[in-house]
């Protein structure tokens, strides 16, 4: 199965490269991301958080607008008919991604969560597993595109990785109720553990999706 190695965009070389151009934004949030949470970790809301967080929201906006301008190609110029309805689904659950990413980084620049420093590692080593998972998820959606063959690799990387941050979250909640700090502050450190794993559940969601339509291509 999968044996398709055949680009879709024979004939539509301006819709594949705003694609590319949106994979690229989900690479780009994923990495800003990761060095988001670093920043506030060892620095709070300083003026490079502000400056990282006002990135990511610049990405999401761009992102948001090739969504936009991918599907309007789509149906304005009614391209590849027979996979219309799976790419739109397909970019719209990436663009949900990159949506969570900004989402997280404002919760950080809004509630401006106290971590102690003995959970610093593991938060950031949660923050590297779920952007890894979302670069995998990327990765995975161009094969879709290019080259069937790839995507299962791809895919099992995400369903890995996801299940290591079930993991990593899992003990890093756990931890931080049996530890001493107040009720409140483990209850906020627990919500933003959830939301940065969500990520993660987030991309094996999609796989899950892409796995059907990559085996709907190879019939």
Do not use: W
């Amino acid at each position: 199965m999968f044996h398709l190695n055949i680009s879709i965009f024979s004939k539509t070389k301006s819709l594949e490269n705003k694609i590319d151009l949106f994979h690229d934004k989900l690479l780009d949030a994923a990495m800003s991301f990761k060095k988001a949470v670093k920043v506030f970790l060892n620095e709070g809301r300083s003026d490079d958080y502000r400056k990282i967080s006002k990135q990511i929201k610049q990405i999401e906006h761009d992102a948001d607008n090739l969504r936009r301008d991918i599907e309007n190609k789509l149906y304005s110029q009614n391209l590849i008919p027979d996979l219309r309805a799976d790419v739109l689904q397909l970019v719209e659950n990436l663009d949900r991604v990159i949506n969570k990413f900004d989402e997280v980084a404002y919760m950080f620049f809004i509630e401006q969560p106290e971590i102690p420093q003995e959970y610093h590692n593991r938060i950031n080593e949660l923050c590297d597993q779920v952007a890894e998972c979302a670069e995998n998820m990327a990765k995975a959606s161009r094969a879709f595109f290019r080259d069937l063959s790839s995507v299962r690799d791809y895919s099992q990387k995400v369903y890995f990785i996801e299940h290591e941050t079930d993991l990593s979250s899992g003990n890093l909640r756990k931890s931080i109720f049996e530890s001493d700090i107040p009720l409140a502050n483990k209850m906020q450190l627990s919500s933003f553990i959830n939301q940065i794993a969500d990520i993660a559940d987030i991309a094996e969601d999609f796989i899950d999706e892409l796995l059907i339509f990559t085996i709907k291509r190879d019939i």
